[in-house]
């Protein structure tokens, strides 16, 4: 609404401030109808993470699937594996890398139940809540049929999250009034590579 307020009051001519509040307005169209399908619950959601630095990649993969009035989230993800101390000598692990397995039931965006490793991620995220579309958010904005690709000037507004990034990217497809992949990249302040990527069923 600040964007229109302020292009009106930029303009000089009636059938000018007609034109871009018109513009502004089909973009604002396009932000309400990926916000509505997201809003609708996805009755299962594949994701998986991948995190890249200094030439070691990292992954993680949650599938959620609605159950009572939460769902659950079936979870892996790989970490680097740490020295241990045994009988006060250090152990060098077998592997540079561990797998980590668990799951767990979210209700009211809250773990309510929890069984194998904890979890590493925020349960909001497993499921894309709290991402919002706000023209206020992107720039160089490109919308295909059944795609919308965006840089994202606001990371912590678009996430809804305590972000500290550069360089964020979404691309997002969708079809028959719902969401059907959601894309997210981008670089840490540390100079690690993540890539957010959404299956919704």
Known sequence: ??????????????????????????????????????????????LEITVTKDGETLKGEYAA??????????????????????????VIPDEY???????????????????????DIDPALTAAAGVEFDAAYFSSVKEGEGTFEGVVTDPEGFMNADIDCTAMT?????????????TIGYTSQGGATVVIAYTFA
């Open 65 to 90: 699937e609605a159950e009572g009035e939460g769902y659950r989230v079936e979870y892996s993800y790989e970490k680097l594996a740490t020295f241990e101390k045994v009988d006060g000598e250090y």
């Open 97 to 119: 890398k561990e797998t980590l397995t668990g799951s767990m039931l979210v209700e009211g965006g809250k773990i309510v139940e929890q069984n194998g490793s904890p979890a």
């Open 1 to 46: 609404m600040k964007k229109r307020i302020l292009l009106i009051a930029g303009c000089i001519l009636l059938s000018a401030a007609f034109v871009f509040s018109s513009c502004g307005k089909k973009k604002e169209d396009i932000y309400d109808k990926l916000n509505a399908m997201l809003a609708e619950p996805a009755s299962a959601v594949e």
């Open 170 to 182: 979404v691309t997002l497809a969708y079809s028959d009034g719902k969401v059907d992949a959601m």
